[in-house]
């Protein structure tokens, strides 16, 4: 197989019952395009299955790849581990339950080359943004709240940090996963907040999504933990813990998004 172009990463807990359409559909894409590339499911620490399934696709075709974590360790751990594996120029971290669905990665795609970004977002909060199917309204006012509380303590301008669709340079954003320490559902925040002190430049992009019922976030408890979370990472940020960890990529280009947009947003996490 020649060297992939793109790795997409899919953090995987307990998703033996819809990864494997996820993982036809991302196959599919890449047939479509021609484009070389690979597919790296990496287990939470699944105990329905995940592992075996991702590994049947694999015997027929080589470009998927499995990871597997002995425990249930977070996404933000999945994602991570992916990440530094993928072997890609560039790499789309996608949520196992495609509620973004695969096609929107042209979009990115196009969009990362003609802004020169090194990271470009999925958003479901911009004018552009289609809401196919939206979540129940008090996970909206939910997602509306933690939004603002991310904006005031980290001074992030995104309308939406949370949606599971992102695409990134990789050899600029492995110095950045190299330093990342949440393991769980703040770490797109975590990202987010080094890349900018990093001087990356960051779009928000307008994508398609319809809600996933099966959501693996729990509404006040994962809610809570991304609060501390958040807290803890503004104080890493003040105390220079991430300038003691090794891999920050030497700042270049403007320390902010490359375009932001000030619409107002619905927020919430996928």
């Not at 890609?88 to 020169?116: F, H, K, N, W």
């Given at each position: 197989m020649s060297a992939p172009y793109i790795s997409i990463v899919v953090p995987a807990y307990n998703e033996s019952r819809r990864l494997g359409t996820t993982l036809d559909s991302m196959r599919r894409w890449l047939d479509a395009r021609g484009t070389p590339g690979e597919v790296i499911v990496v287990d939470d620490g699944s105990a329905d299955g995940t592992s075996e399934l991702a590994e049947s696709r694999r015997v027929g075709d080589r470009r998927v790849r499995v990871i597997r974590l002995a425990v249930n360790r977070g996404k933000g751990a999945?994602?991570?581990?992916?990440?530094?594996?993928?072997?890609?120029?560039?790499?789309?971290?996608?949520?196992?339950?495609?509620?973004?669905?695969?096609?929107?990665?042209?979009?990115?795609?196009?969009?990362?080359?003609?802004?020169?970004?090194?990271?470009?977002?999925?958003?479901r909060a911009l004018t552009g943004s289609q809401v196919e199917v939206p979540q129940p309204i008090w996970r909206r006012a939910m997602g509306r709240g933690f939004n603002l509380i991310i904006r005031t303590l980290t001074d992030l301008p995104f309308r939406d940090t949370q949606c599971g669709f992102k695409l990134l340079d990789r050899e600029r954003t492995a110095p950045i996963f190299r330093k990342m320490v949440i393991d769980r559902f703040a770490y797109d925040v975590e990202l987010l907040v080094l890349a900018r002190l990093a001087g990356l430049r960051i779009l928000e992009e307008p994508v398609r999504w319809r809600n996933a019922p099966d959501s693996r976030v729990t509404p006040l408890r994962s809610s809570w933990n991304m609060f501390r979370d958040v807290v803890k990472l503004r104080r890493r940020v003040r105390t220079g813990f991430y300038r003691a960890r090794e891999g920050d990529p030497a700042p270049t280009g403007p320390t902010g998004p490359a375009e932001s947009a000030s619409s107002p947003g619905v927020g919430g996490s996928c």
């Open positions: 999945a994602v991570r581990a992916g990440a530094l594996a993928a072997g890609g120029r560039v790499v789309l971290i996608s949520d196992a339950d495609l509620s973004t669905p695969i096609e929107e990665l042209d979009r990115l795609l196009a969009r990362m080359r003609e802004t020169s970004s090194d990271i470009v977002i999925g958003s």
